[in-house]
C-alpha cells in the first residue's frame, strides 16, 4: 500500500521525539506547524470539486448513514465505553478515545478504497469532503458538550481559534477555486505528501512535549493493549453496523461499500490538526494522539482486507 511510509514515518517520528524532545532549536517548529495547518485546509478548500459535490449530492439515504454513524453513533460507542476507565470524564485516556470518536472521515483513503472495492465512488468523494466540514464544527461541539462541565475546555476560545486557523484558509480557498482549483487537483498527490509531512511535524511537536513531560511514565502497557482493544472492537461495531443500515434501507452492493468505508474511517489529518488547534502544546497532546493512530494503522489494514474482497466478488456487484 502507498501509505505504508506515511505510517512507518510515523513511528519514525515518535522515536525521534523520544531521544530527541527537545528538537532542533533553530527550526521555529510551532510557526512552522501553525502556517502548515493553515495550508492544508487552504489545499482542501482548492481542491473540494463542484461537479464531484454536484454528482454525489442525490444519494441521501448514504449520507444519512456515513455521517450519522460519523458524528452521533461513533461518540455516542465511546461515551459507552466510559466505565471502562477508573477516572471517568477525569480519564485522559478517555478523553483521547472520545476525541477520536467525534472526528470527521478521511479523504483521500475513503475514496481510494471505494474505488479499490468498486463502490460508488462520485458518492464517496462527496461524502469523505462534505465530512471533513461537518467536523470543522462537530468535533468541537461534541468536545465542549461532553468536556466542558468536566474540564477546563474552553468552546468559544477553541471556535475562534477553529474559524482563525481553519475556516479561513478554507474558505480563501473555495475562493480561489475557480482560478487554482485545476492545478491543485492536477498536483493533488503532491499535495497529499505536504498534508502528510505537517502531521508527521506535529505528530512528533506533540510526542515531543509528552516524552519531555514524562505524560507516558504513568501509562502502562496494559492500558496501551485495553485501547488497541478498544479501537479494533469499535471498527467492527460501526463496519457491521453500517452493512445492517445498509442492507434495512435495500442499498445495492456499491452504495454498501460507500457507505462501510466512509462509515468507519476517521481522519488522522483533521486528528492532527485538531489536537494542535483545540489542546495546543500541552503535554497530554501525544497521548491523545494515541487512539487516533492505533486506529489509523487499523482502518487501514482492515479496509484493504475488506476492499480486496469486494473486488473479488464481481458477480455479486449490482
Not at 44 to 72: C, D, R, W
Not at 79 to 90: H, K, S, T, V, Y
Request: with cysteine.
Amino acid at each position: 500500500m502507498r501509505s505504508n511510509w506515511f505510517i512507518i514515518a510515523i513511528f519514525v517520528a515518535i522515536v525521534i521525539a523520544y531521544f530527541l524532545p527537545q528538537g532542533p532549536e533553530i527550526l521555529p517548529l510551532k510557526n512552522i506547524t501553525d502556517i502548515g495547518i493553515g495550508l492544508i485546509f487552504f489545499f482542501y478548500g482548492l481542491k473540494l470539486s463542484p461537479a464531484e459535490f454536484k454528482q454525489g449530492l442525490m444519494n441521501y439515504k448514504i449520507h444519512i448513514i456515513i455521517h450519522l454513524t460519523t458524528f452521533v453513533v461513533f461518540p455516542l460507542l465511546c461515551i459507552a465505553c466510559l466505565p471502562l476507565f477508573e477516572d471517568g470524564l477525569q480519564s485522559e485516556s478517555w478523553i483521547a478515545l472520545f476525541f477520536l470518536g467525534t472526528l470527521p472521515s478521511t479523504v483521500s483513503s475513503s475514496v481510494v478504497m471505494v474505488a479499490l472495492a468498486k463502490g460508488n465512488l462520485p458518492t464517496a468523494i462527496f461524502n469523505a469532503s462534505l465530512s471533513g466540514l461537518i467536523g470543522i464544527f462537530a468535533t468541537p461541539l461534541w468536545l465542549g458538550l461532553v468536556l466542558e462541565s468536566s474540564t477546563d475546555f474552553d468552546f468559544f476560545s477553541v471556535l475562534q481559534k477553529l474559524m482563525l486557523q481553519i475556516v479561513a484558509p478554507l474558505l480563501i480557498g473555495l475562493f480561489l477555486q475557480k482560478f487554482l482549483g485545476n492545478w491543485a487537483r492536477k498536483h493533488g498527490k503532491k499535495l497529499s505528501n505536504f498534508d502528510k509531512a505537517t502531521i508527521i511535524l506535529i505528530i512528533y511537536t506533540s510526542f515531543s512535549n509528552s516524552f519531555s513531560s514524562n505524560i507516558f511514565v504513568d501509562i502502562s502497557r496494559s492500558e496501551i493493549l485495553k485501547m488497541a482493544g478498544i479501537v479494533i472492537v469499535l471498527f467492527f461495531l460501526v463496519y457491521y453496523g453500517t452493512l445492517f443500515a445498509s442492507k434495512a434501507l435495500k442499498l445495492n452492493t456499491s452504495d454498501t461499500i460507500t457507505a462501510q468505508f466512509c462509515g468507519t474511517k476517521k481522519s488522522l489529518v483533521h486528528g492532527s490538526v485538531m489536537v494542535r488547534v483545540i489542546f495546543g502544546s500541552t503535554a497530554n497532546s501525544g497521548l491523545i494522539l494515541l487512539p487516533i493512530m492505533l486506529y489509523h494503522s487499523t482502518q487501514l489494514i482492515l479496509i484493504a482486507w475488506f476492499a480486496e474482497k469486494y473486488r473479488s466478488r464481481k458477480s455479486d456487484l449490482q
